[in-house]
Structure formats: structure tokens, C-alpha cells
DNA sequence: GTGAAAGCGCTAACAG
DNA sequence: CTGTTAGCGCTTTCAC
């Protein structure tokens, strides 16, 4: 049971430790019937090879590390991150591969975490969550030779691969919506604009008034944090310029403005329209429903881990660039089953 | 830069392997002289020991595992894992451990998982969440000689070494908070029963009624799953029976009750009272704002990691129980500021 | 198709 | 205090 090694397994099943190497990872040169017999000794004695002994003889470990930046503060207050991991996970599973998981909180946590994850050959990969601009650890990491892919475009995308969604193309269709909705003084909460997410969200909010030929009044923009409280407060700021609709660049942040709104004694969508980003699990167990553009996260994680295996066994170049769809999801917020 | 080895650091400050070991590993046995010149080319060089050679030679990785059965569904939909997975990770980094992340999520995952972190010696402990009675994946690591913490009791707990809150007590707190204010018809949505969690919380609820000469009535006690929807339908199912009071063993479920409410009408608090269980950032940030017994998680993380450190390097013997407090928070949904 | 042998890079006695 | 010497358990040429 414990301990065996390939040597005793070698041993058991009277052929060499090579053989059984080859048995165990599958390679062709072997016949039938050694393959056979070693097998059923492996499989009688309960035999696993040690990994720590085939990384260092191979050079590869089978695993890649997932790292959330300083900058992405969001993990346990919005479910963005954890629905990515479990795509991450999931993918990780069925490639045999084990995942790493790097919490980057403080700038301690980032000079421990830098070392293991980008020397020292542990790991064979990394996943990097976008986060702010001049993030450290981001650059850092990106400086490194290690195989690595980023989710969420990064400012300086050169020789990075990279997995997104086209955040213009989103943000213009909520917008869009709440424009052919009728609406008037349409506002937005935007994320922070020191990430690709804020700047591209706000970009799409600012063509879609502009292509329908509306003039974009900076009174009605503000920029929030990506949380509830983010949210709740630039709506606060908000208030006073009287909008009748609001794109919130997430759901989360969606979900403070209506608080806002509803402390303010506004009725949702009668006084005030929102449209969210996301597509959260809280955006369909609210009351109202929240309308919102939803994005394909779980799916972002599988695509991470397909797209760094391809690196890894294939080579860093050239850059691979994955782009996923948008979709709008018409509930109750938008006013859309009132307006029409 | 790439792949400088021990032989290399040892031949450029002139000394042996062996003792840039012992300078790498804070060994004593080092004259300072010696120490500083091997520092120094350590420093000039950007040199990392390469973790698996020494995992291989040590037979210690130093990397521990977070095991999330397949019966913990709610990864994403409730911020406990998340905020559970954060206080993991940053003790681990405090110890300069490495975490490894195993989300369980079908039995494929099952078979692929366990022989990987209960085996090959990766890892040197594991975390393991709580889950249903019965859970394959816990039963088959706990058999397993690997170090292992449970987070929340399990329920067979001889020979486990677990850390948890006292939910009887915790639930106590909150139905009795409820009487207290005088309410007469206190409900309950209790978690799913197959869980510890589940069964002590509706065990307080059970010994404050009774402790306050109040007799149960089973009409008024709904199981549902941990989620926003499990509260939602227990409550409607409870509706009929009239509550004027609510402890959810959830905050998650208990937004889901008062959505549930909501929908049939009904003022909170001033027609049904609600308490919940967690204390997640969520209850704070609602409207109206939840009341709760907020338990520890963060700690819990901080806990289990210490704890299995202690185990891994002070033997599996005498089983640790650690035992954390929680503590009544007083909102609106309770009605406490208008009853009283 | 199979075996022998040389490492992968490090730790840990054991000498000295 | 420092160096020498075995391994740790596996992969991977290279012969046969």
C-alpha cells in the first residue's frame, strides 16, 4: 500500500523498472501481454507514481498555477472569480493536470508567491486574472519565461495570449437596448479605469449613444469600484442628475445602484432602469429580475486551460487571442415587458 | 537566469553543495562568512531551488490540498467557500506552504482527484470540506493515512481532527433573539439534514423554543438546500403555516425566503421577521438589512491551516477539535428597533 | 519489445 | 564548520 515504487511493481511483475514506466504512461513499445500482466499488479498492489520524483526526471509537473492579483479585490464579494476557478478546476481535472491557487492580498503575499510560481519549475503553466493597470505582479509574471495566459485583455497585449470577451460589443448592446427602450438621460456606473474591463464597458456605452445620435453628458458617468458599495455609491453621485436608465458595468455594481435607487424611494423600472453585466446567479433571485449582458465565465475557464496546455506543449508563439460572445438577458429591470 | 542548479551557486562562491543547502534551509551549522558570499551570488543570480528535487529528497512538499466534495454544491453561489478559500490561502503563504485546489464536481472528477492528493506524496496534508453524510470522496481520504482537517464536524468525528463553530449554540442565539422580541409563530428553514451543519442548527432552534417553554410545531419547520432558491421554495412552502418570525440556517437561504415573502406581499419586518446564519457581505448590503449570526470564516481558513501544519509535522495523534465562536448581529430584518 | 544505465537537483547522514 | 557520498523515484536514451 504505501510506498511502493516502480522498482517493486518492476520486481512483482518480473520485468524491468523501463517497462513498467512505459505501462505506466502509455507508450506503444510494449506487448500485449507484459502490459497486461503489469497492469494487474499495479492495479493489485494500489501502486501511484510519485510525482515529485517523474517532475524531476521529466521536467514537466502537470500543473499550472491560477493567480488573483492584488488589484482583483473582488474574490468573495462577487461570484466572478470563484465561477472562473471552478471552470479553471474543472478543465484541470480532465487534463490530468493539478491546479495551484495564488491569492495575491498584500505585497508580502506577492514577493512569496512570485518566486514559486515563476522559477523553481513547479509549475508548467500560469493563469493570471486581468486587474489593474501597473499591476506587479501581472508584470512581473509576464516578464518570466513560464507559459502563461491572461483572463481579460491586458493594456499591453504584446506577445501575451489572452482569453476575453469583447466588452465594446457588450456594453453597446445593453445600451442599445435601453435606448430603443426610449429612455432619455441613460447613465452609467463604470468600473475602475485603471482595468480594460472599465475603459472598454464605458467605450461601448459612449458608441451606442453616439451611433443613435445621442450626445454623451459626463454628468451622467461615474466610476465605481467593482462591488455592491461601488456601485451604491457612484449612484448616490448619480442621483442628482436624474437619469431614468443606468448601465452598470456588473451586476454586483448594479445591485448597489438599485439599493441606492430604492432608498431614494424609486420605483424600478416605472422611475429608473437598470441594465447589470454578468449574468450572476443573484441577477435572476432578485426582485426585480435584473436585466443584463451576459458572459460566458465558466467557459472562460476551460478556454484559459485549453489555450495554456496548447502553449505549453506547442510554444509560447505566437500569441493566441480567444474571443467569446455576449449575450442580453431581458428580465425585469429594463422596463422592456412595460415599455413596449 | 534559467535553471542555475545547487552545483552551480556552490561552484561560483567556492564551496560545496552541501553547504549552500545549509545556507538555503537556514541550517545553523554555517559561518557567517560563508553564509554572506553564498547569499550574495544567491542574490546576483536570481537563483530558486527547484522545488520537486527537493520534494523528492526531502519527501516533504511543502504543498497542502483544499479538498471541496462534490456534496458542497454551492462553490459559486455562496461566498462561504470563497471567503473560506481566501483565509486558506493567505496562511499558506505565511508558511510558505502551497496550496493546491480540488473542486469536486462529478464522479469523474472523484477518481481523478483522490489518487492524486491522497497519494504520490504530493501533498503533505489536506483540507477537506465538510459536506453529506456519506460523501465518498471524505470517507475515502479520511481512510487515507494523508494528514487531514476537516472543515466543519464531520459525522462520524473519532479519529478526525476538525475545527467548526458551536451551530447549536449559534442557532440558539438567533431563535432566542426571536422570542425575545416576542414573536409567536418562529419558523425555521433548516439546511439539508444529511449535513452536521443542517442538524445542529436545527437543533438550537428546537432547544430555544423548548428551553422557553415553547412546544415545536413541525409545520413550521421546512428543510431546504444551502441556496437562494432552497430558501425561496421552503418558503413557500411555509407560507401557508404563518410565521410571523423566520431563522434561516443561511443568510443565502434567507434572501431567498424574503424574496419568497416579498413576492406574497409581505412587510419586513413588520409582517414576518427573518435571522440568518453566516453573516455574509451581502447581509449588510441589502434592503432591508439582515440579521444574523456571523460565524468566523475567514478564521476557519486560518485555523485548519494551522492545525494541519501541527499535524503534518507533530504526527496525526491526539485528534485536534478546534471549536470557534459566533455572535449575534443585529439588523433590521429582525424587527429589533421597531418591536422593542 | 525490453533492459541497463545515466541522470533530474536536492537533502541528509557521515566523516573529517 | 564543511565536504563527500548516497540516495529520493522516475524518465529516457542507447544498446541489444
Redesign the interface.
Known sequence: M??LTLEDIAKQAGVSRSTVSRVVNNHPNVSDKVRKRVLEVIEST?Y??????R??ASQR?M?IG?VVPRSVSS???D?Y???L??GI??RC??H?Y??????V?TK??EE??L??VS????FDGVLVQAGHRGDQVIDRLVQS?IPLVMVGRPFNPEGISYIDVDNIEGAFKAVDHLIQLGYQRIGTITGITKSTVGVDRLEGYRKALTERGRVVDDTLVEEGVFT??GG?HAMQRLLPAKPDAIFAASDIMA??AI?AA??ADLRIPDDIAFVGFDDI??AN???PKLTTIRQPVYQFGFSAVETLIDLIENGKEPTRHVMMGTELIIRDTCGASRRK
Do not use: C, W
Open positions: 504505501a510506498d494500489g501511484h507514481p510519485n510525482i515529485a520524483a517532475t524531476l509537473s500543473m491560477l474574490f468573495f464579494t461570484p472569480l470563484p465561477h476557478t471552478q478546476a474543472k481535472n480532465q490530468n493539478t491546479l495551484g491557487l495564488f491569492l492580498g508580502e503575499d512569496k508567491i518566486p514559486r522559477r523553481s519549475g513547479l519565461t455592491e458599495e451604491y445591485v448597489g439599493r430604492q432608498e446567479p443573484l433571485h432578485r426582485y
